[in-house]
């Protein structure tokens, strides 16, 4: 068990083109009963989760090519999405912070969507831990049906909306090798401060679109 480093794109260096690579490959299924591999991986989901503010982390963005995903269980009325939003975006590494919603967690193992309400549309901000220091507004679906396994390989349905959905499309996406700003974006704001310029982040579209 380990708290462990998030695979970022870049540093107030450049690009970290190994990285962007890594986390652009398809991660693989995880089969049943757990391995000790798989088992490994879960409890290092799990204490980085606790010691990063974020709403959610997936196994490939820890150096994990496994379909595993750690997030928040259930929504209620006191998760500040904006203020989590804005944490994960700032997060820095090597800093370890407690989070605020450490005991509010699922892991989403070989997770799938299986419909969409195509009427049903959201147009959020969004941080990502492996992207920092700047917040996009993406345009996904908002009402979203889902399937995946818990850790005794139960398959688990939901209906899941708004901060839910916004959710798991965001950490599925990082499972199947795709990065925030590679959907419909609306909008990007660059943190106060940050080492990120728009060029930069043009590198990295042109990076990601190869």
């Known amino acids: 068990m380990a708290i462990r480093e998030i695979v970022k794109v870049w540093s107030q260096d450049g690009l970290l083109s190994e990285n962007i690579s890594f986390l652009k490959k398809s991660t693989k299924d995880v089969f049943f009963p757990l391995t000790d ?40 009325d006191s998760i500040d999405e904006e203020e989590l939003e804005k944490k994960e975006s700032q997060h820095q590494s090597g800093e370890n912070q407690e989070n ?12 799938k969507i299986e419909s969409v309400n195509k009427k049903s549309i959201q147009e959020e901000i969004e941080g990502c831990l492996s992207i920092p220091m ?18 005794d390989g139960k398959v688990i349905k ?8 916004k959710l798991f499309q965001h950490e599925l996406d990082h499972l199947n090798g795709n990065l925030m ?3 419909n974006v609306m909008e990007g704001f ?19 679109s190869r």
Do not use: H
């Open 100 to 111: 605020d919603y450490a005991d509010n967690y699922e892991f989403y193992i070989n997770p």
């Open 134 to 151: 700047i917040s996009l507004r993406i345009k996904r679906f908002d009402k979203i049906k889902v399937r995946y396994q818990n850790q």
């Open 158 to 165: 939901k209906t899941l909306r708004g901060f839910m959905s």
């Open 37 to 76: 591999g798989s088992l490994n991986i879960i409890n290092d989901l799990l204490d980085t989760f606790k010691n990063i503010p974020c709403a959610g982390i997936a196994a490939n963005q820890i150096g994990y090519d496994k379909k595993i995903f750690i997030g928040l269980k259930d929504y209620n």
């Open 190 to 208: 660059i943190d106060k401060d940050s080492f990120v310029t728009p060029e930069l982040y043009e590198d990295l579209q042109t990076k990601v």
């Open 181 to 183: 700003l590679e959907n």
